[in-house]
């Protein structure tokens, strides 16, 4: 909302959706509530440019049909596009409008964007510093992608609260399993969350996305 001066975050815990779909989809419909129960009267969603593949397809298609009753703008013609056009065919809780490309598109390159993206999280964790936070109080939140499991250094942790909102980021930094706490570099807001979500990617505490292979 603008001006709201409220913001809630919901941490999926990657910066793609691909792997992360039910978090997304979770995170999604909260938000949106967060919006109508703020008094809202309308609702944009702007979703992410995950568009080719089946996956990417079932995701849309469960956005829109949660959502429903929505008012759904399509930009573009091409393949992806018309097979989710064909998801919604004779789903009246839908109303679809199309819109043409424009002719001069600014696009970003993989480069760009995950420059981007590290500038976005050096900014989170501006201030940040590395202390053990106790475990044995909060919920813990480990998701299905083989960066869980491994717990590689700079593993990127979402603090939540008992909404599951985000309170702040943190990055994995060490496990002390006897003592059931996590050494983390992070800000204080974290001691005191209700729970913690691993996520599927690694970072520098400069932000900068770190090759899970070499972890």
């Not at 979770?26 to 996956?55: I, M, P, W």
């Not at 013609?77 to 598109?105: E, G, M, Y």
């Not at 813990?140 to 603090?159: E, K, T, W, Y």
Request: glycine share 8%.
């Amino acid at each position: 909302m603008v001006d709201a001066g409220v913001i809630h975050s919901y941490f999926v815990g990657d910066v793609s959706p691909a792997g992360r779909p039910a978090a997304v989809l979770s995170g999604l419909l909260r938000a949106v509530r967060d919006s109508e129960n703020s008094g809202a009267k309308y609702t944009v969603v702007d979703t992410t440019g995950f568009v080719a593949g089946h996956e990417a397809v079932a995701l849309k298609a469960a956005k829109v049909e949660m959502l429903a009753p929505v008012n759904v703008v399509v930009i573009g013609d091409d393949r992806p596009i018309q097979r989710l056009l064909k998801c919604w065919q004779n789903f009246p809780a839908a109303h679809i409008t199309r819109l043409s490309t424009v002719d001069v598109i600014r696009t970003k390159s993989a480069a760009a964007r995950r420059e981007h993206r590290s500038r976005l999280f050096a900014q989170a964790l501006a201030g940040a510093q590395t202390r053990w936070v106790t475990v044995a109080d909060k919920a813990l939140v480990r998701g299905n992608s083989s960066a869980a499991n491994q717990l590689p250094d700079g593993l990127l942790l979402g603090f939540v609260d008992t909404a599951r909102r985000l309170i702040c980021l943190g990055l994995l930094q060490a496990l002390d399993v006897r003592n059931r706490r996590l050494l983390v570099h992070t800000h204080p807001a974290a001691e005191s969350a209700a729970g913690i979500i691993f996520g599927a990617m690694a970072l520098t505490t400069a932000g900068e996305q770190l090759d899970l292979e070499t972890c």
